[in-house]
Protein backbone atom coordinates (compact mmCIF):
# COMPACT_ATOMS: atom_id res chain seq x y z
CA UNK A 1 0.00 0.00 0.00
CA UNK A 2 1.50 3.64 -0.54
CA UNK A 3 1.74 6.05 2.26
CA UNK A 4 0.09 9.40 1.60
CA UNK A 5 1.84 10.82 -1.41
CA UNK A 6 2.59 15.16 -2.12
CA UNK A 7 3.62 16.57 -4.83
CA UNK A 8 5.78 18.28 -5.65
CA UNK A 9 8.32 17.66 -3.34
CA UNK A 10 10.27 21.03 -3.95
CA UNK A 11 9.33 24.05 -5.25
CA UNK A 12 10.48 27.83 -5.59
CA UNK A 13 8.22 30.71 -6.26
CA UNK A 14 8.38 34.50 -6.06
CA UNK A 15 6.73 37.00 -4.25
CA UNK A 16 2.94 37.74 -4.95
CA UNK A 17 2.93 34.16 -6.74
CA UNK A 18 0.22 31.48 -6.65
CA UNK A 19 1.03 27.77 -6.02
CA UNK A 20 -0.79 24.75 -5.88
CA UNK A 21 0.38 21.73 -3.83
CA UNK A 22 -1.29 18.39 -4.19
CA UNK A 23 -1.72 15.39 -1.30
CA UNK A 24 -3.30 11.69 -2.54
CA UNK A 25 -4.27 10.17 0.96
CA UNK A 26 -3.55 6.52 1.70
CA UNK A 27 -6.58 4.46 0.11
CA UNK A 28 -9.32 4.22 2.35
CA UNK A 29 -8.80 7.34 4.75
CA UNK A 30 -11.77 9.75 4.30
CA UNK A 31 -9.37 12.38 6.34
CA UNK A 32 -6.53 14.94 4.95
CA UNK A 33 -5.50 17.53 7.24
CA UNK A 34 -2.46 20.21 5.97
CA UNK A 35 0.17 21.72 7.79
CA UNK A 36 2.49 23.88 7.93
CA UNK A 37 5.88 23.74 9.43
CA UNK A 38 8.89 26.53 9.55
CA UNK A 39 12.18 25.59 10.86
CA UNK A 40 12.54 24.94 14.32
CA UNK A 41 8.62 24.84 15.22
CA UNK A 42 5.69 22.33 14.71
CA UNK A 43 3.47 21.43 12.60
CA UNK A 44 1.09 24.26 12.56
CA UNK A 45 -2.81 23.32 11.38
CA UNK A 46 -4.29 25.00 8.79
CA UNK A 47 -7.46 23.38 7.23
CA UNK A 48 -8.99 19.43 7.57
CA UNK A 49 -11.39 18.23 5.05
CA UNK A 50 -13.70 15.14 5.76
CA UNK A 51 -15.74 13.70 3.07
CA UNK A 52 -14.94 16.32 0.75
CA UNK A 53 -16.32 19.13 3.09
CA UNK A 54 -14.03 21.60 4.96
CA UNK A 55 -14.46 20.73 9.01
CA UNK A 56 -11.97 22.84 9.89
CA UNK A 57 -9.53 25.58 9.81
CA UNK A 58 -6.26 27.02 11.39
CA UNK A 59 -5.57 30.56 11.67
CA UNK A 60 -4.31 31.40 8.71
CA UNK A 61 -5.33 34.07 6.10
CA UNK A 62 -7.50 33.60 3.21
CA UNK A 63 -4.97 33.47 1.23
CA UNK A 64 -4.66 30.00 2.00
CA UNK A 65 -7.47 27.57 0.65
CA UNK A 66 -7.57 23.91 -0.20
CA UNK A 67 -10.04 21.43 -1.42
CA UNK A 68 -10.62 17.76 -1.25
CA UNK A 69 -11.92 15.56 -4.27
CA UNK A 70 -14.37 12.80 -4.78
CA UNK A 71 -11.56 10.21 -4.73
CA UNK A 72 -10.32 11.80 -1.36
CA UNK A 73 -7.59 13.59 -2.68
CA UNK A 74 -7.04 17.17 -1.71
CA UNK A 75 -5.15 20.27 -3.45
CA UNK A 76 -3.70 23.43 -0.68
CA UNK A 77 -3.72 26.53 -2.88
CA UNK A 78 -1.96 29.86 -1.23
CA UNK A 79 -2.77 32.97 -3.12
CA UNK A 80 0.26 36.16 -3.05
CA UNK A 81 3.23 34.77 -1.59
CA UNK A 82 4.70 36.08 1.28
CA UNK A 83 8.26 35.18 1.91
CA UNK A 84 7.19 34.09 5.52
CA UNK A 85 4.82 31.49 3.41
CA UNK A 86 8.48 29.43 3.21
CA UNK A 87 7.93 26.30 5.26
CA UNK A 88 7.63 22.75 4.87
CA UNK A 89 3.89 21.89 4.04
CA UNK A 90 2.47 18.61 5.54
CA UNK A 91 -0.78 16.53 4.56
CA UNK A 92 -1.62 13.82 7.04
CA UNK A 93 -4.40 11.41 6.52
CA UNK A 94 -6.55 9.33 8.60
CA UNK A 95 -9.16 6.87 8.55
CA UNK A 96 -11.94 9.55 10.54
CA UNK A 97 -12.13 12.91 11.41
CA UNK A 98 -11.06 12.49 14.85
CA UNK A 99 -7.28 11.01 14.42
CA UNK A 100 -8.17 8.54 16.99
CA UNK A 101 -6.21 6.24 15.33
CA UNK A 102 -3.20 8.78 14.47
CA UNK A 103 -2.58 10.57 11.41
CA UNK A 104 -0.03 9.12 8.45
CA UNK A 105 2.01 11.95 7.26
CA UNK A 106 3.36 12.77 3.87
CA UNK A 107 6.94 13.59 3.79
CA UNK A 108 6.01 17.32 2.61
CA UNK A 109 6.43 19.75 0.22
CA UNK A 110 9.28 22.11 0.64
CA UNK A 111 8.07 25.42 0.10
CA UNK A 112 10.66 28.51 -0.50
CA UNK A 113 9.59 31.74 -1.94
CA UNK A 114 12.15 34.73 -2.90
CA UNK B 1 -4.30 31.63 26.05
CA UNK B 2 -4.36 27.98 24.62
CA UNK B 3 -0.88 26.49 25.07
CA UNK B 4 1.04 23.14 24.50
CA UNK B 5 4.50 23.12 26.01
CA UNK B 6 7.38 20.45 25.68
CA UNK B 7 9.83 21.19 28.25
CA UNK B 8 13.10 21.42 26.54
CA UNK B 9 13.88 22.10 22.60
CA UNK B 10 17.11 19.60 23.14
CA UNK B 11 17.83 16.30 25.30
CA UNK B 12 21.34 14.94 25.27
CA UNK B 13 21.61 11.13 26.52
CA UNK B 14 23.80 8.22 26.53
CA UNK B 15 22.98 5.01 24.54
CA UNK B 16 21.20 2.36 27.54
CA UNK B 17 19.71 5.28 29.27
CA UNK B 18 15.88 6.62 29.64
CA UNK B 19 15.13 9.41 28.13
CA UNK B 20 12.09 11.14 29.32
CA UNK B 21 10.30 14.11 27.32
CA UNK B 22 7.54 15.91 28.81
CA UNK B 23 4.75 17.46 27.11
CA UNK B 24 2.49 20.32 29.56
CA UNK B 25 -0.59 21.95 28.25
CA UNK B 26 -2.71 24.91 29.32
CA UNK B 27 -6.41 25.39 28.34
CA UNK B 28 -7.12 22.55 26.74
CA UNK B 29 -9.46 19.11 27.51
CA UNK B 30 -8.29 16.83 25.44
CA UNK B 31 -9.62 13.96 24.18
CA UNK B 32 -6.35 11.98 23.64
CA UNK B 33 -3.12 12.53 23.19
CA UNK B 34 -0.43 11.36 20.89
CA UNK B 35 3.06 10.98 20.08
CA UNK B 36 4.90 11.36 17.23
CA UNK B 37 8.75 11.25 16.15
CA UNK B 38 9.86 13.48 13.40
CA UNK B 39 13.39 12.97 11.32
CA UNK B 40 15.15 16.03 9.89
CA UNK B 41 13.49 16.63 6.30
CA UNK B 42 10.43 14.03 6.90
CA UNK B 43 7.06 14.28 8.01
CA UNK B 44 6.12 13.10 11.18
CA UNK B 45 5.56 9.51 12.06
CA UNK B 46 3.04 8.24 14.74
CA UNK B 47 4.19 6.14 17.59
CA UNK B 48 1.33 6.45 20.48
CA UNK B 49 -1.92 7.46 21.45
CA UNK B 50 -3.31 7.64 25.24
CA UNK B 51 -6.71 8.47 25.50
CA UNK B 52 -8.04 10.74 28.33
CA UNK B 53 -9.33 7.76 30.45
CA UNK B 54 -5.90 6.16 30.44
CA UNK B 55 -3.07 6.40 32.43
CA UNK B 56 -0.49 4.84 30.51
CA UNK B 57 0.33 3.10 27.21
CA UNK B 58 3.24 0.99 26.63
CA UNK B 59 4.71 -0.28 23.01
CA UNK B 60 7.80 -1.80 23.19
CA UNK B 61 10.92 0.46 24.75
CA UNK B 62 8.19 3.38 24.59
CA UNK B 63 6.04 4.27 27.25
CA UNK B 64 3.53 7.49 27.21
CA UNK B 65 2.00 8.59 30.92
CA UNK B 66 -1.02 10.96 30.84
CA UNK B 67 -2.12 12.84 33.99
CA UNK B 68 -5.34 15.05 33.23
CA UNK B 69 -5.02 16.61 36.64
CA UNK B 70 -1.45 17.64 36.19
CA UNK B 71 -2.33 18.50 32.35
CA UNK B 72 1.02 16.98 31.51
CA UNK B 73 1.71 13.56 29.39
CA UNK B 74 5.94 11.89 29.77
CA UNK B 75 6.90 9.99 26.99
CA UNK B 76 9.83 7.66 27.87
CA UNK B 77 12.29 5.57 26.07
CA UNK B 78 14.06 2.77 27.56
CA UNK B 79 17.38 1.16 26.65
CA UNK B 80 18.02 4.50 24.53
CA UNK B 81 20.36 3.74 20.95
CA UNK B 82 21.64 6.34 18.63
CA UNK B 83 18.89 5.31 16.52
CA UNK B 84 16.64 7.26 18.61
CA UNK B 85 18.05 10.21 17.84
CA UNK B 86 15.20 12.65 16.35
CA UNK B 87 12.15 15.19 16.67
CA UNK B 88 9.43 14.36 19.40
CA UNK B 89 6.14 16.10 18.95
CA UNK B 90 3.24 16.17 20.95
CA UNK B 91 -0.01 16.22 19.97
CA UNK B 92 -3.64 16.37 21.38
CA UNK B 93 -6.96 16.34 20.23
CA UNK B 94 -9.56 18.42 21.80
CA UNK B 95 -13.64 17.59 20.43
CA UNK B 96 -14.27 20.17 17.91
CA UNK B 97 -10.53 21.06 17.37
CA UNK B 98 -7.68 19.97 14.91
CA UNK B 99 -4.93 17.73 16.01
CA UNK B 100 -3.00 20.76 18.06
CA UNK B 101 1.18 19.98 18.18
CA UNK B 102 3.93 20.69 20.18
CA UNK B 103 7.13 22.64 18.98
CA UNK B 104 9.09 19.40 19.48
CA UNK B 105 12.47 18.16 21.58
CA UNK B 106 15.01 16.78 19.84
CA UNK B 107 16.61 13.93 21.59
CA UNK B 108 20.08 13.12 21.01
CA UNK B 109 21.68 9.80 22.08
CA UNK B 110 25.20 9.33 22.10
CA UNK B 111 27.04 6.32 21.98
Known amino acids: DAGVTQSPTHLIKTRGQHVTLRCSPI?????VSWYQQVLGQGPQFIFQ???????GRGNFPDRFSARQFPNYSSELNVNALLLGDSALYLC?????????????FGSGTRLTVV | SQKIEQNSEALNIQEGKTATLTCNYTNYSPAYLQWYRQDPGRGPVFLLL?????KEKRKERLKVTFDTTLKQSLFHITASQPADSATYLCALYQAGTALIFGKGTTLSVSS
Open chain 1, 49 to 55: YYEKEER
Open chain 1, 92 to 104: ASSLARGANYGYT
Open chain 1, 27 to 31: SGHKS
Open chain 2, 50 to 54: IRENE
